[in-house]
């Protein structure tokens, strides 16, 4: 089991030893019936959702990175549970983010260039993740069936089983390759507000919170207009938001576009039979974070950057 996926099983332990999970599950509910939210600040804030960001935030080895303050996981072991709920909760009362640390790492799919990131305090890890907690299940009710990166119980190895069950059971052998150029570096802030706005969060304090967060300090460079840093925790999250509209945009272009004959949901054959004698080109999305791979039945080849 790679350490990815043994991460996300135990966020899911932790979240049933808090007794979170079963919050976590009414807000995916009360999502996908379209509640608006406007008083997260208070679920955030409860002393079982703090204490899971820590025991989250503990059992991911980048704890051991310091900060611009240099302190680590075992130095937030040293507060008293007391101590470090009371504090995270007048952080959030008045809140003005700490510096980010920015370093560069290779690439993985080529050395020889280098990819930021940007590296929160121990403590803006914690308060980000008590944010993730509670931010995530209403969003996972909005995302896209086939985005499946930086989500629950979702992987690179379900985005490809997804590619090869259109290339095998539809006949959809062309790929348009779809690469987003320097993509988190350049997402709008006021185009991300206005996106959790859409999707029912509307809780006007959090969203200050959030926009505070995304134009934190770079330290050494200063602060940002644009961007979401990789290496933050809630930055994979903002990502799936922002890119949510893309998804759901390709898929109405054909397999959710409406019809005047209402078909069963559950079973789409019929559907897709119909609209197979239109002049509509097919086409599926099927994405893991930046990199998005739309199969077309007629050819069609192409890079977006």
């Known amino acids: 089991m790679t350490t990815e996926k043994k991460l996300k099983r135990q966020k899911l332990r932790n979240a049933e030893y808090y007794d979170f999970q079963a919050i976590q599950d009414e807000l995916y509910e009360q999502s996908k019936r379209n509640k608006v939210f406007t008083d997260l600040v208070e679920l955030i804030t409860t002393r079982e959702n703090i204490g899971l960001a820590y025991r989250n935030i503990k059992k991911n080895k980048g704890s051991k990175t310091a900060g611009v303050d240099k302190k680590t996981i075992d130095d937030l072991a040293k507060w008293e549970d007391e101590q470090l709920i009371d504090y995270v909760r007048a952080r959030l009362q008045c809140y003005k983010p700490q510096a980010v640390r920015r370093v560069e790492i290779l690439k993985d799919n080529d050395p020889t260039k280098k990819r930021p990131l940007g590296i929160p305090t121990i403590m803006e890890r914690l308060i980000q993740q008590c944010i993730l907690q509670v931010l995530e299940p209403i969003c996972e009710a909005k995302f896209f069936e086939r985005s499946n990166g930086f989500r629950p119980n979702r992987s690179a190895e379900h985005a490809t089983s997804q590619a090869h069950r259109y290339m095998q059971l539809m006949g959809l052998h062309f790929v348009i390759d779809i690469d987003i150029k320097s993509f988190f570096d350049t997402v709008n802030h006021a185009k991300l507000i206005k996106q959790l706005w859409t999707m029912g969060i509307r809780d ?22 644009q961007g979401s840093p990789q290496g933050s925790v809630i930055s994979p999250l903002f990502s799936n938001v922002v890119l949510n509209e893309l998804d759901w945009w390709i898929a109405s272009q054909w397999e959710t576009i409406p019809t005047q004959h209402r078909y069963n949901s559950e079973y789409k054959g019929a559907k897709y039979s119909a609209l197979r004698r239109t002049k509509l080109k097919e086409c599926y999305i099927v994405r893991y974070a930046d990199d998005c791979a ?12």
């Not at 739309?294 to 950057?305: D, E």
């Open 294 to 305: 739309p199969r077309r039945r007629v050819h069609a080849t192409g890079t977006v950057a």
């Open 204 to 225: 006007k304090k959090l969203l200050c919170i959030i926009s505070e967060m995304l134009k934190a300090e770079i330290a050494g460079i200063g602060f940002p207009e």
